[in-house]
């Protein structure tokens, strides 16, 4: 799973100031919570009841792309399920695609596609999380992923949660969209 950020590799520096005795810069930092991927939890509520199935997305998480990308190509319930199945992703697109080099992402944006951790960089796969209800999908998202939005399909439509919100209450992710644009 790829949801453990080091949240301390890069930080925030809250202010600096030069020593006029020493001449260096001296610098306060804090660990930085907003790194440059904009992780995502990606999830699809099953109908059989067994709880809600969910894939860590690493980049591009954001509304306008991995929401637009759900929204228009990943419709279908079948869809969602192929999507789901690649595991973990470290981009999302309109295809599925094949496999492909991990680090090609010219052949990668040329296809459209998926790069998912398993099928393309060859790590262990681990197929999904199984979660027990939406708020469960939202503390994964929060204190595993450190992601910033949470989509899940449920009943035909999909459904986003912004981290930043704090209302835990899901809403029509077209909605969201219509207000983008």
Known sequence: ????????????????????????????YKPNKKVMATRAVIGKLQTDGSGIKAIYLHSDGYLEHAGRILDEHYRDESKVDELLALGDLSAIDKNIGNKIEFG????????????????????????????????????????????????????????????????YEFVELEDELYVLK
């Open 104 to 167: 090609n992402y010219k052949l990668r944006a040329e296809n459209k596609q998926c790069v998912a951790y398993h099928r393309d960089r060859g790590e262990q796969h681990k197929h999904f999380d199984l979660l027990d209800s939406e708020l469960d999908l939202i503390k994964f998202a929060k204190r595993s992923c450190d992601a910033e939005y949470v989509y899940m399909f449920a009943f035909g439509y999909w459904y986003v949660y912004s981290v930043e919100d704090n209302t």
């Open 1 to 28: 799973m790829h949801c453990s950020p080091n949240l301390f590799s890069e930080v925030v520096i809250l202010n600096y100031s030069t020593d006029p005795q020493l001449g260096l810069v001296v610098a306060k």
